[in-house]
Structures are given as C-alpha cells and as structure tokens.
Antibody, heavy 120, light 108 residues
Framework: QVQLQESGPGLVKPSQTLSLTCTVS??????????WSWIRQPAGKGLEWIGQ???????NYNPSLRSRVTISVETSKNQFSLKLDSVTASDTAIYYC????????????WGQGTLVTVSS | EIVLTQSPGTLSLSPGERATLSCRAS???????LAWYRQKPGQPPRLLIY???ITATGIPDRFSGSGSGTDFTLTISRLEPEDFAVYYC?????????FGPGTKVDIK
C-alpha cells in the first residue's frame, strides 16, 4: 500500500526558504517508472502544481515558480524534498506530495498535506 | 499554459440524483490526458478518472468520464453521501500541468 507523508516546519518567515520532505512507503522511489510531484493549495482555493522529479534526478518545474524552486530526491531514504526560496505571504498553503501513475503524469496517490504559513 | 474552466461552480443536488460536471480547456488536451479528482473537506484530492475515460482502481462504477479535445465531462450516476465534495479536473498532457478551479457538489 503506497503512502506518502509530508514533513517540515509549519511556520516560515517572509524572505526565508520553505523546506519540506516527503517520505514514501509501499514503493521504492529508486525502482523507476514514476515521477514524484509537489502541489499546493491555498486555504479554500484551487490546486497549483509546483514541480516534479524522476528517480534519476531529472526535474520539471512550473514556470511561475521555477526561479525559486528546487526539488531533489534521496533514494536511499525513499524521500524527495521541496525548497522554495524567498517566500512571501502568498506562499501560505497546504503543500501536498504526490506519486504519478506509471510512466504518466496524473497523480495516483497523495500525501495528507501539510500547512505552511508564511508570517513574521 | 492550458487554462481549464469548470462549470457549474456549484451544483446543488439530492442523494440519488445524477450529477454532470463540465471541464473545458483553452486548447486541445494532448492524447486525452485529462483526470478528475474528488476532494472532501480536510482531505487530499483522490483520483477518480484518468485518460478522460478510465476509472481509477477502487473507484465505484457510478463515476464515469467522457470527452476529448477541449470538452470533458464527469458523470456521477447516483449521488451517495460521500460524493458531496469538490471536484477538480486536471490536464497532464502539456507542462505546466494545470487544474480547473473546481465544482462544488452540495446537498440541495
């Protein structure tokens, strides 16, 4: 049974870096054939795809966030991570990690999400 | 970027009724790469349909998807209590992947 769990600080100060980790169980990130993504959702609003990473480390980012985003993978820990630089209040949201379907880009499994608030 | 528009914004129905939700894309969705998700309050979205018409594993057969090109539909044949939620369409044929703004199905 595939499970994903986000972790990281729930409060980040403006201009600092938001850092989150997604721990995966039930499937090996290193097994290949899947992309892994971060998606966010401001309270009461819609969903925004942030970016994705493949086992090999290949990444693809949303152009709206590309200049501030880094997604990395650590296969030995079965984790992947998100860093978002220079955050502002508009980055306050629930952040989800997700597993794509095999060799495709719909989101088959999602973590429960973690709320990150940007405030001084 | 492909912009997705969903209608109606809110759909008020009773349990047992049929729900028809629409998703329209600003340009053709490559290879029918269109998915639907249901999101209940306080939960992550759950995949219902992918490839425009394929029901995801474990999803009841009251959910069905149709459409191609720029116009897609999610149909729920008979609403169950757990179906009163927000539904999002998602195109994954062209990066950046995008979502519609959602349709809320609430109890009439």
């Amino acid at each position: 049974q595939v499970q994903l769990q986000e972790s990281g600080p729930g409060l980040v100060k403006p201009s600092q870096t938001l850092s989150l980790t997604c721990t995966v169980s039930g499937v090996s990130i290193g097994s290949g054939s899947y992309y892994w993504s971060w998606i966010r959702q401001p309270a009461g609003k819609g969903l925004e795809w942030i970016g994705q990473i493949y086992t090999t480390g290949t990444t693809n980012y949303n152009p709206s966030l590309r200049s501030r985003v880094t997604i990395s993978v650590e296969t030995s820990k079965n984790q992947f991570s998100l860093k978002l630089d220079s955050v502002t209040a508009s980055d306050t949201a629930i952040y989800y990690c997700a597993k794509h379907g095999i060799e495709t880009d719909y989101f088959e499994f999602w973590g429960q999400g973690t709320l990150v608030t940007v405030s001084s | 970027e492909i912009v997705l528009t969903q209608s109606p914004g809110t759909l008020s129905l009773s349990p047992g009724e049929r729900a028809t939700l629409s998703c329209r894309a600003s340009q053709s969705v490559s290879s029918g790469y269109l998915a639907w998700y249901r999101q209940k309050p306080g939960q992550p979205p759950r995949l219902l349909i992918y490839g425009a018409t394929i029901t995801a594993t474990g999803i009841p057969d009251r959910f069905s998807g149709s459409g191609s090109g720029t116009d897609f539909t999610l149909t729920i044949s008979r609403l169950e209590p757990e179906d009163f939620a927000v539904y999002y369409c998602h195109q994954y044929g062209t990066s950046p992947f995008t979502f519609g703004p959602g349709t809320k199905v609430d109890i009439k």
